[in-house]
């Protein structure tokens, strides 16, 4: 039975690190990976309190094991070894599922000589020690218990994994898993580099192929195939996993590998042998996760991104990707004072909502045009809670900007608040990004451009142009100036909707210091411009839609410079109209309307 002697008070679990294992990512299969695996470790502690009869607040629908985020609030005194022991079985059992197969099907190299592993240590310190686990007992609201949650997580118990060898590609940080890993009694003094490249090489090449053969057999209208088309395919669907120029660490590859139809069935198949699970129904949503992996990322109809350094193809097009992530804004305060019944019911919304996205983007009887995410090959993947993330792109030819800009014009209105309204607004960084931009650092973009737009003031969309050299620009904007027709009302001066033309004008006024400088700076310059190319009785610059309104929850329009706190603490103290007389105020105007135009050029201008 539970220990709900004290119904009253809570568990609170959750994992770390998310952000990074997300990020270390070169491929679309690796996100796929990373989010497969993060909502199958919040399953796993899930079912196990489920299964002991605890009330489950947050998250809602644990019987969707896909998009489960990873804080878990439980209702009653869940025991911290049961919760760690499930979370630890399901992750050794992913980690150790990928190591059986390999060595089982891996048994003699491509010159038909025996591997001989000796990595077996290497992949039990990672089943061991890759993840942080924390757990707190004692909120008296789920609430409480998550605050608390949240101060244990400053107080860090990592352990480290010392390793040998050439360090992976992807992240620099671990070693490169092959079968000679960790063979104790190598001299340092008499290292080959050139000897363990070459046997690296050949590993990933053979992993690679028969990952290829695997799927083809896995499929019987494939398996009935010519030895010779099979062979040739082989190869083809092995690089959709694994690239053989890759070189990836032991986590890596069980991102890489989870996502092969073969290995995710066999691992939910260990996975329920070793629970010895007495009510086989509960373990149906795992299943139906193992499902959407096998239809989702199959290498013959999976639509992958080519981020490689080295192409096979110097003639190969390449083109710019849009990148969205996206987070509701005040979670936390909303739920504050909520019951824990109504916090279920928003965790429940919430996980309806992401699930509902997710499959009519995927889903194989609506058109392109009924999808909600514009471009052919677009997807979503992830949306637990309300947090998100999404691709924008077509496989074989350039999306364009102006499709993903109208896509977020309406984003709040028809995406977040379909189909019910939710009680909390949404911020999204977007990031339009070059096509020879490591997909980490594109993820890495999207994440700060999601943290500018809560900085900016939250219920706003940040845009960023990330350029192949590193560099780029950003602009945020509260989504009502967006869905008034803001990109729509733009004007030049032959009446048309050539953005060169503001552009162009923005840059000389800036070399000619025209904006100001100094304690000489001025908004009558960014305003007269404005109403130039968005009509003249436009007043969007006007000072009553500078801030957001004074309280939280009221129904009035944030303003575009965001909080008057995020320039001054103590703004209580200082009369507005003084306020707006600030040269950083001043400056916060000009830089808006300088962006705009920057970024309204680049989301307007052909990219093929």
Same mark, same amino acid.
């Given at each position: ?32 990976? %990373? ?6 470790? %919040? ?18 629908? !644990? ?19 049961? #919760? ?32 001989? &592993? ?22 008296? $609201? ?24 050439? =360090? ?7 070693? !490169? ?8 009694? !190598? ?10 490249? $070459? ?10 192929? $028969? ?6 057999? =896995? ?5 009935? @195939? ?10 083809? &669907? ?124 995927? /889903? @194989? $009887? ?15 993947? &992830? ?67 999601? @943290?500018?737009?809560?900085? @900016? ?53 800036? /070399? ?41 929850? %009221?129904? #009035? ?11 001054? /603490? ?17 400056? #916060? ?18 990219? %093929?």
């Amino acid at each position: 039975m539970p220990d709900l002697s004290d119904a009253s008070s809570y568990t609170a679990i959750t994992f770390a690190p998310i952000q990074g294992f997300i990020e270390n990512s070169r491929k679309l299969r690796d996100l796929y990976g %990373s989010s497969y695996l993060l909502s199958f470790l %919040s399953w796993s502690v899930c079912h196990a309190a489920d299964a002991k009869g605890f009330p489950i607040i947050s998250p809602a629908l !644990i019987n969707v094991a896909q998009g489960l985020p990873n804080v878990i609030i439980i209702q009653g005194k869940f025991d911290q070894d049961e #919760a760690r022991n499930a979370f630890n079985q399901a992750w050794k059992c992913a980690v150790e599922t990928c190591r059986l197969w390999i060595e089982r099907e891996l048994e003699v190299d491509l010159n038909g000589k025996r591997w001989h &592993y000796h990595w077996e240590r290497e992949w039990s310190l990672w089943a061991n020690y890759a993840w942080e686990f924390f757990y707190i007992y004692g909120g008296k $609201t789920p609430t409480e218990a998550k605050d608390k949650l949240t101060e244990k997580k400053r107080s860090r118990n990592w352990t480290g994994i010392n390793w040998t060898g050439e =360090s992976s590609t992807l992240s620099g940080g671990d070693a !490169i898993a092959y079968p000679e890993l960790g063979r104790a009694g !190598i001299d340092p003094r008499r290292y080959n580099y050139q000897e363990q490249k $070459t046997k690296v090489e050949l590993f990933h090449q053979q992993l690679s192929q $028969t990952l290829g053969m695997a799927f083809i057999n =896995s499929i019987p209208e494939l398996s009935k @195939k010519p030895e010779s088309w099979k062979a040739e395919k082989s190869v083809e &669907y092995g690089e959709s996993f694994i690239d053989p120029r890759e070189e990836l660490s032991i986590p890596e590859l069980v991102k890489r590998m989870i996502t092969h139809n073969v290995i995710a069935e066999e691992m939910g198949c260990n996975l329920q042998q070793q629970l010895s699970e007495t009510q086989p129904e509960k373990l149906a949503e795992l299943q139906k996760l193992i499902i959407a992996i096998q239809n989702d990322l199959k290498p013959d109809s999976f639509k992958e991104l080519n981020r490689l350094k080295r192409k096979r193809n110097p003639n190969e097009p390449e083109y710019w990707t849009g990148w969205f992530q996206g987070d509701g804004d005040g979670a936390g305060n909303y739920l504050k004072d909520l019951p824990p019944q109504q916090i279920n019911e928003f965790s429940q919304i919430m996980r309806d909502w992401g699930k509902t996205l997710v499959d009519r983007q995927n /889903s @194989k $009887t609506l058109t392109a045009a009924d999808k909600p995410l514009p471009g052919r090959d677009s997807r979503i993947v &992830y949306a637990g809670g309300d947090d998100f993330l999404g691709v924008l792109f077509n496989a074989n030819e350039q999306i364009k900007t102006t499709d993903c800009s109208n896509f977020f014009t309406r984003f709040k209105t028809h995406i977040w608040n379909q189909p019910v309204h939710k009680p909390i607004s949404v911020s999204v960084g977007f990031v339009w990004a070059g096509a020879k931009v490591p997909q980490r650092e594109v993820l890495q973009h999207c994440h700060e451009a999601e @943290k500018v737009a809560k900085q @900016k003031g939250r219920d706003r969309i940040n845009f960023r142009i990330l350029f192949n050299s590193g560099t780029y620009l950003e602009w945020a904007c509260p989504w009502w100036v967006l869905e008034n027709g803001l990109f729509e009302e733009y004007r030049d001066r032959e009446g048309n909707q050539k953005w060169v033309h503001l552009y162009n004008d923005v840059a000389v006024l800036e /070399s000619r210091h025209a904006f100001g400088n100094g304690n000489n700076i001025t908004v009558e310059v960014a305003k007269t411009l404005f109403k130039a190319y968005f009509g003249e009785e436009n007043g969007l610059l006007n000072e009553e839609n500078w801030w957001n309104p004074e309280e939280p929850k %009221s129904a #009035a329009k944030v303003g575009i410079l965001g909080s008057r706190q995020s320039f001054d /603490s103590d703004y209580k103290t200082i009369p507005i109209a003084e306020f707006n007389q600030r040269l950083d105020v001043r400056q #916060a105007i000009n830089d808006w309307m300088i962006n705009l135009a920057k970024i309204g050029f680049h989301l307007h201008r052909d990219w %093929s």
